[in-house]
Nanobody, 126 residues
Framework: QLQLVESGGGLVQPGGSLRLSCAPS????????IGWFRQAPGKEREGVSC???????LYADSVKGRFTISRDVTKDTVFLQMNSLKPEDTAGYYC????????????????????WGQGTQVTVSS
């Protein structure tokens, strides 16, 4: 079964850090564009960051300078390093992959993403 598995969420105080991981099961992420999305209660799901197969990245304005997306080819995993976390970052975080290889990194069109993980919860609270 082809699926994505997220991990690394948890409870952290404001100003703290977390690193989320997105790993595949049954396929490889090596040539795929991967995006991270989040959804807070009562809000629409929004794009956070994405990385294309050639390493190009894109960030939402709300996380620029605080979050970093990266890809570890040897582990076939995509990471989202989140620093200086704020209460408004509290949400379920989901990674997603575009099935079409070598696709551009786009956050505005979630329909491009074909495979989605189950999500991991991030809660920022004192």
């Amino acid at each position: 079964q082809l699926q994505l598995v997220e991990s690394g969420g948890g409870l952290v105080q404001p100003g703290g850090s977390l690193r989320l991981s997105c790993a595949p099961s049954g396929f490889t992420l090596r040539f795929a564009t991967i995006g991270w999305f989040r959804q807070a209660p009562g809000k629409e799901r929004e794009g956070v960051s994405c990385i294309s197969s050639d390493g190009r990245t894109l960030y939402a304005d709300s996380v620029k300078g605080r979050f970093t997306i990266s890809r570890d080819v040897t582990k076939d995993t995509v990471f989202l390093q989140m620093n200086s976390l704020k209460p408004e970052d509290t949400a379920g975080y989901y990674c997603a992959a575009v099935a079409r290889l070598f696709s551009p990194c786009v956050l505005s069109d979630q329909g491009r993403y074909d495979k989605w993980g189950q999500g991991t919860q991030v809660t920022v609270s004192s």
